[in-house]
């Protein structure tokens, strides 16, 4: 009978170390899960919220003493003296109000700076709802109304000294940036910033433009930055420079390249006042008015309204001068490919002049992975490379712009036609974050015009 109270006893004593340190680990957790840094390392969904709680009074008082997001959020979590029941309480509202938020992340709700934005009236006005539940206690646990002062309004502490009374009083009605300010969080960059502690990148953004438009206004010189596709690269430089004579002071910094590097460069916050894409995709790629489709990412660069289609070319074959290879036509280059006795070069996928290559390639039903893993084919990272390797002789044919063929002195054996790969059409636009927006919207309206047309039809284009 002894040795079974003993035994009794030591399961208690067990049981009972065993329960204190599951509890120890669970309040630790729990703790841990509700503590200000949890919200903003771990909980990525809630990003755009906690940009806000830094940009707040509570996250920078100039005491230094500063209210966490458990202090506000929690219930008892602003109040330093609690009993038991109270902390359990406050336990399991931490237990609840995480799970909420991980099932959220989870299950996509508000995975992302943009659900989250969107989510964040809602959410506000939950919190309200439960603060104002609670008489403010949350509020009234670290604030003593009665004795707050303001040199500027002595009457602000019988002011509050009224709210003592009255427990249904709503502080976030005077106080509304108190706890959250989302002044100024445009973007996902945005709020990175400012969980970084660094400037808000739009800020900057909207300063550089304010300055622009200041300098045009004033007369000063603007120098456009233009990002346009590399077979643009000789009509645009003429254009520029009748452009210059006209409008004395404006000045261009052209970015030629493919268009999917400079929509890379573009979305990675490269300056650009104008973009000219050589395919529809890339600009998609950029507009929040596209489809979601093409817009995967959501991005929204270009502004819309600017946005029209400017040219289109044509999508041509060329071989070296003096070629002995019979390569007349798109036909007889896919009976070469088919028979892996030439070398064939064309632009890589992420080239819109590549991408109208591989419509072709499979137009002809031709396995453009097996060519290339034979050697038959070689690829360029935009349409001038594969012009030079077509002049120099260094490939046996290649599929370029008919406007890249005059500008290099070849003469195309062949014109795709659309049911190969469809229309070239050039979108142009001005961007959001253009530093000279107007004058950028001046520029684009000029290369419609028929003294712009005259010089891209020179070179093959077709003005729309």
């Known amino acids: 009978m002894k040795n079974c109270k003993r035994g009794a006893i030591l399961i208690g004593l067990v049981g009972a170390v065993i329960g204190l340190v599951a509890f120890g680990v669970f309040n630790s957790v729990i703790h841990w899960a509700g503590s200000t840094e949890f919200c903003g390392s771990f909980c990525h969904s809630m990003d755009y919220v906690y940009a806000a709680y830094h940009q707040g009074q509570h996250a920078k008082t100039p005491s230094g003493v500063t209210a966490g997001c458990s202090d506000c959020h929690l219930k008892y979590g602003s109040t330093h003296e609690i009993n038991g029941f109270q ?69 602000v502490a019988a002011f509050h000294a009224e709210f003592v009374k009255d427990t249904s009083v709503n502080c976030i009605e005077c106080h509304k940036t108190a706890g959250h300010d989302y002044t100024g969080l445009n973007t996902q960059a945005d709020a990175d910033a400012v969980n970084a502690g660094k400037p808000r990148p739009s800020v900057a953004a909207e300063a550089a433009a304010a300055a622009a438009a200041s300098s ?54 490269a300056d650009c006042d104008v973009f000219i894409s050589a395919g529809q995709k890339q600009m998609n790629q950029l507009d929040s008015t596209a489809s979601a489709d093409v817009n995967t ?15 289109e070319n044509k999508v041509v ?25 030439i070398l064939f070069c064309m632009g890589n996928s992420d080239v819109p002049v590549g991408q109208y290559t591989q419509k072709i390639l499979a137009y002809y039903q031709l396995d453009e992975a097996a060519l290339a893993a034979a050697g038959v084919i070689t690829y360029g990272s935009n349409v001038k490379e594969v012009t030079t390797q077509v002049t120099e002789g260094s490939v046996d044919a290649g599929v370029v712009y008919c406007t890249d063929a005059y500008s290099a002195g070849l003469t ?16 142009a636009a001005v961007m959001k974050n253009a530093l000279h927006a107007e004058a950028a919207k001046e520029f684009l309206a000029y290369l419609r015009t028929d003294k712009a047309a005259t010089v891209f039809e020179s070179v093959g284009f077709t003005a729309l």
């Open 87 to 155: 902390y359990i309480g406050m336990l399991i509202h931490k237990g609840t109000s995480g799970s909420k938020s991980f099932f959220g992340e989870v299950a996509g709700h508000m995975n992302t700076y943009d659900k989250q934005k969107a989510m964040a009236p809602e959410l506000s006005k939950d919190v309200q709802e439960y603060m104002k539940s609670t008489g403010f206690s949350n509020c009234r646990g670290c604030h003593n109304l009665a004795k707050m002062k303001n040199d500027k309004n002595p009457d």
């Open 216 to 269: 045009e206004a004033a007369g000063k010189s603007v120098e456009l930055i233009v990002f346009a596709a590399a077979s643009m690269t000789e009509t645009l430089n003429a254009i520029a420079q009748d452009y210059s004579a006209e409008n004395p002071g404006v000045t261009f910094r052209f970015n030629f390249d493919s268009s999917g590097t400079l929509k890379t460069q573009i979305q990675e916050g």
């Open 297 to 311: 990412e959501g991005l929204d660069f270009v502004d819309s309204d600017s946005r029209v289609d400017l040219l």
């Open 317 to 341: 074959l060329c071989v070296p001068e003096g070629s002995d290879k019979g390569i007349d036509s798109f036909d007889a280059l896919a009976e070469h490919l088919k028979a892996q006795d």
């Open 412 to 427: 195309p054996v062949d014109e795709a036609t659309k049911e190969m790969c469809g229309q070239v059409i050039y979108p």
